[in-house]
């Protein structure tokens, strides 16, 4: 017998809408599956949920229910907020006195934990922040100084404490990860970029901030070295790997409390939901994204989330929806950039507007439109972003090949190969052999044919890296 205070979970039942249980419980656990989650969903489960007996789910339940309902609070699924369940309310009715610090909650903890320390304990926070040679530098014994990405962190103090110096080499990890990877692309990094990520998240795990200001830097820290790593996994071609990461880093936006991270978390969601096809769930993430930044103060940021949203709106074949979305883009944009605008966006400015948009236009099937957009984002000079260079006049030969101007396109396609020798993107080069293809039928042509003859699929990747 349930107990009188328990009340039904009315929200959740609706959201099972016609299904049994039974069948709601396996989608539960495909959604856990498709996210690197693994929960013994049943009917009882469901059962127990919509009685009220479970006021709120665990870390792993609510990763996969905000998984299965994007841009939905815990709220919007009718549980009860978390600290009324457990944690300092539930303690101090009971009269506990508090930890110390938010990460003492043993659920926090698992979150923040949990997928990133299966190569690793909590004793790898001690040792270094460390990215650790490259794959093929260390298979071939060659030297060559010492690796950029590295980022010692002193070992923890004692008592298991950590300050500012932890939570600032987490940081310097984010920026050298996005930097090199601006540069170089995806490819290279991500195997190293799996090291601090653990080690971020043993160090939350593991250690107690001597201040608050630096549990809220390590926090943030390890939430936005979650999403670089995640979004190396999705440029280099491993979309699951890229969700789970960027489903961590949500879970920690959540947890901290911090909308910047949590709009930040939704916008790669988006990306990788449009990139994978999934266009339902790459506009209701904008979406979620937009809600969470509305308080930021960051036109800019709104204005990218606007243009996430348009490419979804533009996979599922709604024009009305996506030019009010590419409006709203447009306009935030020209309010200009301010000094909110997240560190991490420093890649946003026109020629990546430009290159959404061109996006956009593709998927509608404008492709001479879209070419007149990649044709302007392709103008950037600036070689920090090569690998953003490359990405552009991709678009733009693939853009180029289905408007009819084969010639064109080849000549596209061979500035890409150029920047091919210093930017590693299996994103990029996957662009390029669906513009091969589409140029085949052309290969007479002079430069259609030197294009074939000097594009080679790249060799298989070797191992899980």
Request: a positive charge; aromatic letters at 6%; proline letters at 6%.
């Given at each position: ?10 929200a ?67 549980f ?38 299966t190569?690793?304990t ?15 530098r ?12 590295a ?6 103090r004692?008592?298991?404490?950590y300050?500012e ?13 996005r ?21 971020a ?8 901030a ?8 390590l926090?943030?820290?390890a ?6 790593v ?10 699951e ?9 949500l ?12 709009a ?7 990306f ?24 930021l103060?960051?036109?800019r ?46 890649f ?5 507007l ?20 990649a ?12 690998r ?11 853009d ?8 064109e396109a ?12 210093d ?14 293809r589409?140029?085949?039928?052309h ?8 294009f074939?003859?000097?594009r080679?699929p ?6 899980g890296?």
């Amino acid at each position: 017998m349930t107990s009188s205070r328990t009340v039904p979970n009315l929200a959740f039942r609706r959201l099972r809408g016609q299904r049994s249980p039974a069948e709601f419980a396996a989608a539960v656990r495909r959604a856990a599956r498709e996210i690197g989650e693994h929960v013994a969903c049943d009917a009882r489960y469901v059962g127990r949920v919509e009685s009220g007996e479970i006021r709120c789910p665990n870390y792993a339940y609510e990763r996969v229910f905000l998984h299965m309902f994007p841009g939905r609070s815990l709220a919007d699924l009718g549980f009860m907020a978390r600290e009324s369940v457990r944690g300092r309310a539930a303690r101090a009715a009971a009269g506990a006195p508090a930890p110390p610090t938010p990460f003492r909650n043993d659920e926090e903890s698992d979150v923040l934990r949990r997928a990133f320390m299966t190569g690793g304990t909590a004793t790898v926070a001690a040792a270094s922040l460390g990215l650790g040679p490259s794959p093929a530098r260390a298979s071939s014994g060659r030297g060559g100084g010492a690796d950029p990405l590295a980022a010692v962190v002193p070992a923890p103090r004692a008592g298991g404490r950590y300050g500012e110096t932890e939570a600032a080499a987490v940081e310097e990890a984010v920026r050298r990860i996005r930097v090199l990877d601006d540069r170089h692309g995806a490819d290279g990094l991500y195997a190293r970029a799996a090291a601090p990520l653990r080690s971020a998240y043993a160090l939350l795990d593991s250690g107690r901030a001597a201040r608050q200001s630096a549990a809220d830097r390590l926090h943030a820290g390890a939430g936005e070295l979650a999403l670089s790593v995640g979004w190396l996994a999705h440029d280099s071609g491993r979309p699951e790997d890229a969700r789970s990461h960027y489903a961590e880093a949500l879970a920690t936006a959540r947890v901290g409390g911090d909308p910047g991270l949590e709009a930040h978390a939704f916008s790669n969601t988006s990306f990788l939901a449009r990139d994978e096809g999934r266009f339902r769930e790459a506009v209701r993430a904008a979406q979620a994204g937009q809600r969470a930044a509305r308080h930021l103060a960051s036109a800019r940021l709104l204005s990218l989330l606007a243009l996430r949203e348009a490419g979804g709106w533009a996979g599922l074949a709604d024009r009305a929806a996506c030019e009010e979305a590419l409006g709203r883009a447009h306009t935030l944009f020209g309010r200009g950039a301010s000094d909110a605008d997240p560190e991490w966006m420093t890649f946003f400015g026109e020629p990546e507007l430009e290159f959404l948009e061109a996006q956009c236009w593709s998927l509608l099937g404008e492709p001479a439109r879209a070419a007149r957009h990649a044709r302007r984002a392709a103008a950037l000079d600036d070689p920090h972003f090569a690998r953003n260079l490359a990405l552009y006049r991709a678009q733009l030969a693939a853009d180029l090949a289905l408007s009819g101007a084969p010639q064109e396109a080849a000549e596209a396609g061979g500035q890409v190969l150029d920047l091919l020798g210093d930017v590693r993107s299996t994103r990029i080069e996957a662009m390029l052999a669906r513009t091969a293809r589409l140029l085949r039928p052309h290969r007479s042509l002079p430069g259609v044919a030197a294009f074939l003859a000097r594009r080679r699929p790249s060799p298989p990747r070797r191992g899980g890296a």
